[in-house]
């Protein structure tokens, strides 16, 4: 079984900056520079077949260039627990691709997406409470340099006891054809 999802990598400026405002807030789990990425579809555990058939489904959506920028922090909070987030935009561009992808997961024979798309950059997650609200005061204006997107990746994540491992398995983007 692979376990899978689609992302977008942003560049080294843009993860420094997200790395430089992480710090030691009690009760918070920070991503590593690895995981920093915005999800563009979570596929989730197929058998090699699908997995096949997908990355093959994968190549036929086309693009345009488009830039984005992290934009502004926040959470999602959960029952037992939450993440905090850096938000990428404009959210257009970002869900206009997302929505090409789930039509490839569907083709291949996956359900459809249910939830909204919100694009983000995982920062933290916690269990429990966790102080966040200072976090989110002091970056409420977190901005970075646009950059463009032309390229998603299929991603394979390992889960480890610690934190998961993503591997990228193949690149798919802009080709000109638009």
Not at 102 to 125: F, Q, S
């Amino acid at each position: 079984m692979h376990r899978l999802f689609l992302a977008i990598r942003p560049p080294e400026p843009v993860r420094d900056l997200l790395l430089d405002l992480m710090d030691a807030a009690e009760g918070l789990r920070w991503q590593d520079e690895e995981q920093l990425h915005c999800t563009l579809r979570f596929v989730g555990e197929v058998d090699g077949h699908v997995a096949e058939d997908l990355a093959g489904a994968l190549t036929a959506i086309r693009f345009d260039p488009f830039e984005v920028r992290v934009q502004g922090v926040g959470r999602f909070e959960q029952r037992r627990g939450g993440a905090l987030w850096a938000g990428v935009a404009p959210r257009e561009p970002l869900a206009a691709l997302a929505a090409k992808i789930d039509r490839a997961c569907v083709a291949v024979g996956l359900a459809p997406e249910r939830r909204a798309y919100h694009p983000h950059i995982t920062l933290a997650r916690w269990r429990g409470a966790a102080p966040v609200q200072p976090l989110l005061e002091r970056h409420a204006n977190l901005a970075s340099e646009p950059w463009q997107v032309a390229r998603f990746t299929l991603y394979e994540s390992h889960l480890a006891r610690a934190r998961a491992h993503h591997e990228a398995v193949a690149d798919y983007g802009y080709d000109g054809r638009g």
